[in-house]
Protein backbone atom coordinates (compact mmCIF):
# COMPACT_ATOMS: atom_id res chain seq x y z
CA UNK A 1 0.00 0.00 0.00
CA UNK A 2 1.07 3.86 -0.70
CA UNK A 3 0.13 5.88 1.88
CA UNK A 4 0.96 9.82 1.16
CA UNK A 5 0.96 12.88 4.07
CA UNK A 6 0.62 16.05 2.22
CA UNK A 7 2.25 18.58 4.49
CA UNK A 8 2.51 22.58 4.12
CA UNK A 9 5.16 24.29 6.12
CA UNK A 10 5.19 28.10 7.51
CA UNK A 11 1.66 27.85 8.84
CA UNK A 12 1.70 31.01 10.73
CA UNK A 13 4.78 32.94 8.49
CA UNK A 14 2.12 35.53 7.09
CA UNK A 15 -1.45 36.52 6.10
CA UNK A 16 -0.07 35.18 2.54
CA UNK A 17 1.09 31.88 3.45
CA UNK A 18 -1.96 30.97 6.05
CA UNK A 19 -4.20 31.73 3.31
CA UNK A 20 -2.91 29.32 0.42
CA UNK A 21 -2.85 27.03 3.36
CA UNK A 22 -6.48 26.55 4.09
CA UNK A 23 -7.11 27.21 0.66
CA UNK A 24 -5.02 23.87 -0.14
CA UNK A 25 -6.33 22.21 3.04
CA UNK A 26 -10.39 23.06 1.57
CA UNK A 27 -10.15 22.72 -1.69
CA UNK A 28 -7.13 20.12 -2.47
CA UNK A 29 -5.21 16.90 -0.88
CA UNK A 30 -3.00 18.80 1.82
CA UNK A 31 -3.33 16.77 5.06
CA UNK A 32 -1.30 18.49 7.30
CA UNK A 33 1.19 21.76 8.24
CA UNK A 34 3.41 23.07 10.32
CA UNK A 35 3.11 26.00 12.61
CA UNK A 36 5.92 28.73 13.13
CA UNK A 37 5.02 29.66 16.47
CA UNK A 38 6.95 33.42 15.90
CA UNK A 39 5.69 33.95 12.42
CA UNK A 40 3.87 37.13 12.25
CA UNK A 41 0.89 35.34 11.38
CA UNK A 42 0.54 33.28 14.58
CA UNK A 43 -2.55 34.28 15.86
CA UNK A 44 -4.28 34.03 12.69
CA UNK A 45 -3.24 30.46 12.66
CA UNK A 46 -4.10 28.93 15.74
CA UNK A 47 -7.63 30.88 15.12
CA UNK A 48 -7.34 28.78 11.77
CA UNK A 49 -6.65 25.55 12.95
CA UNK A 50 -9.41 26.08 15.73
CA UNK A 51 -11.87 26.59 12.69
CA UNK A 52 -10.74 23.96 11.08
CA UNK A 53 -10.27 20.83 13.24
CA UNK A 54 -9.43 18.10 11.08
CA UNK A 55 -5.68 19.74 9.60
CA UNK A 56 -3.51 18.12 11.80
CA UNK A 57 -0.76 21.07 13.19
CA UNK A 58 2.84 19.99 13.82
CA UNK A 59 5.64 22.99 14.98
CA UNK A 60 7.89 23.52 12.08
CA UNK A 61 10.99 24.52 14.85
CA UNK A 62 12.44 27.80 13.50
CA UNK A 63 16.16 28.92 14.56
CA UNK A 64 17.00 30.35 11.26
CA UNK A 65 15.07 33.12 9.10
CA UNK A 66 12.72 34.16 11.52
CA UNK A 67 12.65 35.51 15.28
CA UNK A 68 13.19 34.09 18.55
CA UNK A 69 10.19 33.62 21.29
CA UNK A 70 12.22 33.14 24.44
CA UNK A 71 15.16 36.03 25.21
CA UNK A 72 18.54 35.49 24.67
CA UNK A 73 21.34 37.68 26.52
CA UNK A 74 24.15 37.69 26.70
CA UNK A 75 27.53 37.35 24.25
CA UNK A 76 27.57 35.66 22.21
CA UNK A 77 23.59 35.26 21.79
CA UNK A 78 21.39 33.09 19.98
CA UNK A 79 19.81 36.06 17.52
CA UNK A 80 20.71 39.83 17.16
CA UNK A 81 19.45 43.05 18.94
CA UNK A 82 16.07 42.33 17.84
CA UNK A 83 15.57 38.97 18.39
CA UNK A 84 16.06 37.74 15.15
CA UNK A 85 18.17 34.36 14.07
CA UNK A 86 20.49 34.60 11.22
CA UNK A 87 19.59 34.56 7.77
CA UNK A 88 21.99 32.46 6.51
CA UNK A 89 21.56 28.54 7.02
CA UNK A 90 24.73 27.54 6.80
CA UNK A 91 26.18 30.22 8.74
CA UNK A 92 23.65 29.37 11.50
CA UNK A 93 24.55 25.63 11.03
CA UNK A 94 27.94 26.72 11.83
CA UNK A 95 27.07 28.67 15.01
CA UNK A 96 25.15 25.81 16.63
CA UNK A 97 27.78 23.41 15.94
CA UNK A 98 30.92 25.38 16.95
CA UNK A 99 29.76 27.55 19.70
CA UNK A 100 29.33 25.43 22.39
CA UNK A 101 28.03 28.11 24.70
CA UNK A 102 25.21 28.55 22.54
CA UNK A 103 23.64 25.79 23.44
CA UNK A 104 21.73 26.10 26.32
CA UNK A 105 20.17 28.96 24.63
CA UNK A 106 19.03 26.70 21.94
CA UNK A 107 17.67 24.52 24.20
CA UNK A 108 15.86 27.46 26.35
CA UNK A 109 14.38 28.46 22.55
CA UNK A 110 13.06 24.86 20.91
CA UNK A 111 11.53 24.34 24.54
CA UNK A 112 9.99 27.65 24.29
CA UNK A 113 9.33 27.19 21.10
CA UNK A 114 6.96 23.92 22.13
CA UNK A 115 5.36 25.27 25.13
CA UNK A 116 4.31 28.20 23.18
CA UNK A 117 2.55 25.75 20.68
CA UNK A 118 1.15 23.33 23.37
CA UNK A 119 -0.08 26.59 25.03
CA UNK A 120 -2.42 27.11 22.00
CA UNK A 121 -4.38 24.04 22.90
CA UNK A 122 -3.50 22.41 19.50
CA UNK A 123 -2.74 19.06 19.47
CA UNK A 124 0.77 18.68 18.70
CA UNK A 125 1.23 15.99 16.17
CA UNK A 126 5.09 16.19 14.76
CA UNK A 127 8.01 18.22 14.33
CA UNK A 128 9.71 19.25 11.25
CA UNK A 129 12.25 22.42 10.97
CA UNK A 130 12.30 25.46 8.81
CA UNK A 131 14.92 24.94 6.48
CA UNK A 132 15.14 21.56 7.71
CA UNK A 133 17.30 22.53 10.89
CA UNK A 134 15.32 19.90 13.14
CA UNK A 135 18.18 17.44 11.58
CA UNK A 136 20.78 19.28 12.42
CA UNK A 137 23.41 16.95 15.16
CA UNK A 138 23.12 19.55 17.97
CA UNK A 139 19.36 20.68 17.46
CA UNK A 140 18.56 17.26 17.31
CA UNK A 141 19.82 15.93 20.19
CA UNK A 142 17.97 18.38 22.18
CA UNK A 143 15.09 17.49 20.46
CA UNK A 144 15.56 13.35 21.64
CA UNK A 145 15.47 15.13 25.44
CA UNK A 146 12.28 17.44 24.53
CA UNK A 147 10.19 14.76 22.14
CA UNK A 148 9.42 12.17 24.86
CA UNK A 149 9.09 15.10 27.88
CA UNK A 150 6.38 16.45 25.33
CA UNK A 151 4.87 13.57 23.99
CA UNK A 152 5.83 14.55 20.49
CA UNK A 153 5.56 11.25 18.55
CA UNK A 154 6.34 11.89 14.81
CA UNK A 155 9.36 13.16 13.55
CA UNK A 156 10.18 14.74 9.71
CA UNK A 157 13.00 12.72 8.37
CA UNK A 158 14.28 14.18 5.75
CA UNK A 159 15.73 12.39 3.01
CA UNK A 160 15.33 12.27 -0.54
CA UNK A 161 16.32 10.01 -3.27
CA UNK A 162 18.37 12.08 -5.73
CA UNK A 163 18.02 9.62 -8.82
CA UNK A 164 14.47 9.79 -8.59
CA UNK A 165 14.39 13.61 -8.09
CA UNK A 166 16.83 14.28 -10.96
CA UNK A 167 14.74 12.36 -13.29
CA UNK A 168 11.99 15.08 -13.01
CA UNK A 169 14.00 17.98 -12.90
CA UNK A 170 17.78 18.17 -13.72
CA UNK A 171 18.14 21.86 -12.65
CA UNK A 172 20.56 22.61 -9.56
CA UNK A 173 21.92 19.15 -10.33
CA UNK A 174 25.20 19.60 -7.94
CA UNK A 175 23.27 21.44 -5.19
CA UNK A 176 20.62 18.57 -5.41
CA UNK A 177 23.69 16.14 -4.74
CA UNK A 178 24.97 17.97 -2.18
CA UNK A 179 21.49 18.30 -0.13
CA UNK A 180 20.83 14.91 -0.96
CA UNK A 181 24.02 13.33 0.80
CA UNK A 182 23.83 15.84 3.83
CA UNK A 183 20.36 14.34 4.39
CA UNK A 184 21.10 10.77 3.98
CA UNK A 185 23.71 10.87 6.48
CA UNK A 186 22.11 13.49 8.73
CA UNK A 187 18.94 10.46 8.62
CA UNK A 188 21.17 7.41 9.04
CA UNK A 189 22.59 9.73 12.59
CA UNK A 190 18.93 9.77 13.51
CA UNK A 191 17.07 6.68 12.75
CA UNK A 192 17.65 4.39 15.36
CA UNK A 193 17.75 7.43 18.09
CA UNK A 194 14.38 7.78 16.69
CA UNK A 195 13.61 3.68 17.06
CA UNK A 196 14.88 3.98 20.71
CA UNK A 197 12.33 6.09 21.78
CA UNK A 198 9.57 5.12 19.37
CA UNK A 199 9.21 8.26 17.42
CA UNK A 200 7.61 7.37 14.08
CA UNK A 201 8.86 9.07 10.71
CA UNK A 202 7.45 8.51 7.27
CA UNK A 203 9.77 6.17 4.75
CA UNK A 204 10.71 9.11 2.48
CA UNK A 205 10.08 12.81 2.11
CA UNK A 206 9.61 14.98 -1.30
CA UNK A 207 9.91 18.22 -1.09
CA UNK A 208 13.72 18.17 0.45
CA UNK A 209 15.54 18.60 -3.23
CA UNK A 210 13.16 20.65 -5.60
CA UNK A 211 11.74 23.16 -2.50
CA UNK A 212 9.93 26.02 -3.48
CA UNK A 213 9.49 24.47 -7.06
CA UNK A 214 6.80 21.57 -5.95
CA UNK A 215 4.51 22.78 -9.13
CA UNK A 216 1.70 20.53 -10.74
CA UNK A 217 3.97 19.02 -13.47
CA UNK A 218 6.67 17.57 -11.40
CA UNK A 219 4.05 16.55 -8.14
CA UNK A 220 2.42 14.21 -11.20
CA UNK A 221 5.40 12.98 -12.25
CA UNK A 222 7.11 12.51 -8.84
CA UNK A 223 3.72 10.35 -7.90
CA UNK A 224 4.59 7.57 -10.72
CA UNK A 225 8.11 7.31 -8.18
CA UNK A 226 6.04 6.87 -4.70
CA UNK A 227 7.40 3.31 -2.72
CA UNK A 228 4.81 1.04 -0.56
CA UNK A 229 4.85 2.45 2.85
CA UNK A 230 4.62 6.34 3.85
CA UNK A 231 6.02 8.91 1.89
CA UNK A 232 5.17 12.94 3.23
CA UNK A 233 5.75 15.63 0.32
CA UNK A 234 6.12 19.25 1.67
CA UNK A 235 4.97 22.37 0.03
CA UNK A 236 5.49 25.94 0.48
CA UNK A 237 1.48 27.20 -1.01
CA UNK A 238 1.01 30.86 -0.50
CA UNK A 239 -1.11 33.37 -2.44
CA UNK A 240 0.44 37.06 -3.22
CA UNK A 241 0.81 39.68 -3.05
CA UNK A 242 2.49 39.07 0.53
CA UNK A 243 5.44 41.12 1.57
CA UNK A 244 7.10 38.45 4.28
CA UNK A 245 7.14 35.84 1.04
CA UNK A 246 8.52 37.69 -0.77
CA UNK A 247 11.03 38.45 1.55
CA UNK A 248 12.16 35.24 2.67
CA UNK A 249 11.24 33.13 -0.42
CA UNK A 250 12.02 35.55 -3.20
CA UNK A 251 12.32 32.56 -5.58
CA UNK A 252 9.49 30.02 -4.40
CA UNK A 253 6.40 29.39 -6.47
CA UNK A 254 4.11 29.70 -3.51
CA UNK A 255 1.02 30.29 -5.46
CA UNK A 256 2.39 27.56 -8.18
CA UNK A 257 2.38 25.49 -5.10
CA UNK A 258 -1.04 25.91 -4.36
CA UNK A 259 -1.96 24.87 -7.65
CA UNK A 260 -0.40 21.40 -7.40
CA UNK A 261 -2.19 21.02 -4.09
CA UNK A 262 -6.01 21.51 -5.78
CA UNK A 263 -5.08 20.04 -9.05
CA UNK A 264 -7.96 18.25 -10.80
CA UNK A 265 -5.65 16.41 -12.31
CA UNK A 266 -3.57 15.53 -9.19
CA UNK A 267 -6.71 14.45 -7.65
CA UNK A 268 -7.43 11.81 -10.25
CA UNK A 269 -4.40 10.44 -10.54
CA UNK A 270 -3.57 9.85 -6.58
CA UNK A 271 -7.91 8.71 -7.34
CA UNK A 272 -6.35 5.92 -10.14
CA UNK A 273 -3.47 4.57 -8.70
CA UNK A 274 -5.12 4.09 -5.18
CA UNK A 275 -3.08 5.99 -2.90
CA UNK A 276 -4.08 6.81 0.13
CA UNK A 277 -4.02 10.54 1.66
CA UNK A 278 -3.93 10.80 5.45
CA UNK A 279 -1.97 12.39 8.38
CA UNK A 280 0.69 11.53 10.79
CA UNK A 281 -2.18 10.53 13.18
CA UNK A 282 -3.04 8.16 11.00
CA UNK A 283 -6.46 9.72 9.69
CA UNK A 284 -7.26 9.51 6.24
CA UNK A 285 -8.64 12.40 4.01
CA UNK A 286 -11.66 10.93 2.57
CA UNK A 287 -11.77 13.20 -0.87
CA UNK A 288 -8.95 13.72 -2.91
Not at 85 to 113: C, H
Not at 153 to 173: G, H, K, P
Not at 194 to 205: C, F, G, P, W, Y
Request: with cysteine; hydrophobic share 40%.
Amino acid sequence: MKELIINADDFGLSRGANKGIISAWHEGILTSTSLMVGGSGFEEAVALAGENPGLQVGLHLTLVQGRAVAGHPGFPSLVDREGNFPNDPVMAGMRYFFLKSLRKQLYREIEAQIQKFLATGIPLSHIDGHLNIHMHPVVFDILLELMPRYGIASFRLSRERFFNDLAIDRRRVMGKAADAFIFASLARRCEPELAMRSISHTDEVKGLLNSGRMTEDYLLKALDSLDEGVTEIYFHPGCHPCDELKKWMPDYQHEGELTALTSPAVKEKLKNMGITLRNYRGERKTYA
